[in-house]
Nanobody, 127 residues
Framework: QTVESGGGLVQAGGSLRLSCAASGFSFDGYGVAWFRQAPGKPHEAVSCWSSRDGSTYSVDSVQGRFTMSGDNVKKTVYLQMKSLTPEDTATYYC??????????????????????RGQGTQVTVSS
């Protein structure tokens, strides 16, 4: 199970830091990604992090604004979000996939069979 937190209501231009904590397992050996879904819109991949080498990748729409990081000791991954816009309003989920020893995050990460294990956290950005 994963427990997402850190969401909330913020004004446009503001910042939030989301957390995803592993419960009952460790992120060691996993790729972890953040996805989001807004009402009436498709599920969207946002960022990934590899527990193997610490690599990260963010999609174009958030690159330069969102930064993902992970802490294997704390069993937590983070999504630091800045310069938020109303278009970032969504429920954010973290998802995991077991990965090989050499796996790194790249633009292909969204092709992996990530699975969500938590309830998500709501982010609302007001204009």
């Amino acid at each position: 199970q994963t427990v997402e937190s850190g969401g909330g209501l913020v004004q446009a231009g503001g910042s939030l830091r989301l957390s995803c904590a592993a419960s009952g397992f460790s992120f060691d050996g996993y790729g972890v990604a953040w996805f989001r879904q807004a009402p009436g819109k498709p599920h969207e991949a946002v960022s990934c992090w590899s527990s193997r080498d610490g690599s990260t990748y963010s999609v174009d729409s958030v690159q330069g604004r969102f930064t993902m990081s992970g802490d294997n000791v704390k069993k937590t991954v983070y999504l630091q979000m800045k310069s938020l816009t109303p278009e970032d309003t969504a429920t954010y989920y973290c998802a995991v996939v077991p990965v090989s020893r050499l796996w790194s995050c790249s633009s292909r990460f969204m092709r992996e069979p990530f699975q969500t294990r938590g309830q998500g956290t709501q982010v609302t950005v007001s204009s």
